[in-house]
Nanobody, 121 residues
Framework: QVQLVESGGGLVQPGGSLRLSCAAS????????MGWYRQAPGKQRELVAS???????NYADSVKGRFTISRDNAKNTVYLQMNSLKPEDTAVYYC???????????????WGRGTLVTVSS
């Protein structure tokens, strides 16, 4: 069974930093892309950042220059370093994996359960 487990969310003041982690578990052979999405109350889920197995990254315009995504392929883990946080960054952050292959199955898309990030004074 494949799972994505996020950690690192919490309450932070504006201007502060948080680091999210997401570890994929199971008999994983490969993962093409991993990323982070977020969903604020009353809004649609949106892409925050993604990274391919080769290390190519993509960011939402709203987080460029403030957030950094990275990945440890050996650990099947993706990280999101969030700096200069703003109240509008408040949301549930979801980890996502695309084209995840195990020994017996290929999953086109896998989602974590989410971790809440609250930016407030």
């Amino acid at each position: 069974q494949v799972q994505l487990v996020e950690s690192g969310g919490g309450l932070v003041q504006p201007g502060g930093s948080l680091r999210l982690s997401c570890a994929a578990s199971g008999t994983i052979v490969s993962i093409d892309a991993m990323g982070w999405y977020r969903q604020a109350p009353g809004k649609q889920r949106e892409l925050v950042a993604s990274i391919t197995s080769a290390g190519n990254t993509n960011y939402a315009d709203s987080v460029k220059g403030r957030f950094t995504i990275s990945r440890d392929n050996a650990k099947n883990t993706v990280y999101l370093q969030m700096n200069s946080l703003k109240p509008e960054d408040t949301a549930v952050y979801y980890c996502n994996a695309k084209n995840l292959a195990t020994m017996i199955h290929r999953h086109l898309e896998v989602w974590g359960r989410g971790t809440l990030v609250t930016v407030s004074s």
